[in-house]
């Protein structure tokens, strides 16, 4: 499932017509139905966790610059930041998935009451639904009718047709610890240059300037990485991403500069 979708998202963005046709094949579209069970993707959660994490940690790393304080201040807020911050976004992240899957869960168990206890209306919601399609007369009928002669397809049909609803396959606890290790693996870097001052008192004074080289790479890879989950341009999205994550650290630099006096 997730291959065929991949190649059909690429074919899209390369506007390739052959390839469009190759992944919807009747044996394509058949095997990807087959492994459609449980299928599900954690690379949203990885690079939003990454995305955060690499511009709140070099916001510190820049604030602490900007007021000439010393690389150990910047290991130890940095590190700070990055197992703070990081286990709160995977908590957030954990806690809002858990209760967007519970809220859904409810809302199939009412669906599933509604239509043992009053079928009735039910089946009128699905006729109404098919008419809004464009369906009517015997087509409408008999749409309604192969709907509703299987209770698991009838309640599908309520919750994404009436509600708009989607049950989430991805495990909440996995969500929230990709974001955690994306958080604290990319959000580390702006800090490497300064672990090694700590060891190597050379780099000290360009340990700034290695951090803004390697963060901004940082930056633009993981912009450009997110064209699969967003399917924007790759250049366009890495150009985005290292535009805002520099605001940001430009922000933070002058916020410390400015207040360099009371440190």
Do not use: C
């Amino acid at each position: 499932m997730k291959n065929r979708i991949r190649q059909a998202r690429t074919a899209y963005r390369n506007r390739d017509v052959s390839e469009t046709k190759k992944v919807h094949t009747k044996a394509a579209i058949t095997k990807s139905v087959e492994e459609h069970k449980g299928a599900g993707s954690y690379v949203g959660d990885f690079i939003y966790g990454a995305i955060d994490g690499s511009v709140t940690t070099f916001a510190v790393v820049s604030g602490v610059a900007g007021a000439s304080l010393s690389a150990n201040i910047v290991i130890i807020l940095g590190l700070a930041n990055l197992f703070a911050d990081g286990f709160s976004m995977a908590v957030g992240n954990y806690l809002s998935t858990r209760s967007s899957n519970e809220f859904v869960q409810n809302e199939r168990k009412r669906e599933e009451w509604e239509v043992e206890h009053y079928p009735e209306g039910e089946v009128e919601e699905v006729r109404q639904i098919f008419r809004k399609k464009g369906f009517s007369g015997r087509g409408l009928e008999s749409a309604v009718k192969t709907i509703t002669s299987n209770n698991r397809v009838w309640v599908d049909t309520m919750m994404a047709d009436e509600l708009g609803l989607a049950e989430e396959r991805l495990s909440p606890f996995k969500k929230g610890m990709v974001t955690f290790v994306s958080f604290v693996l990319v959000g580390s870097i702006p800090l490497l240059s300064y672990f090694l001052s700590y060891f190597w008192h050379a780099v000290s004074s360009v340990a700034y300037l290695v951090s803004i080289s390697l963060t901004f790479l940082a930056f633009f890879l993981i912009g450009s990485t997110k064209i699969y989950v967003t399917g924007k341009n790759w250049l366009t999205s890495g150009l985005e991403t290292l535009l805002l994550g520099g605001m940001a650290a430009v922000i933070a630099y002058m916020v410390g500069y400015g207040l360099r006096g009371i440190a």
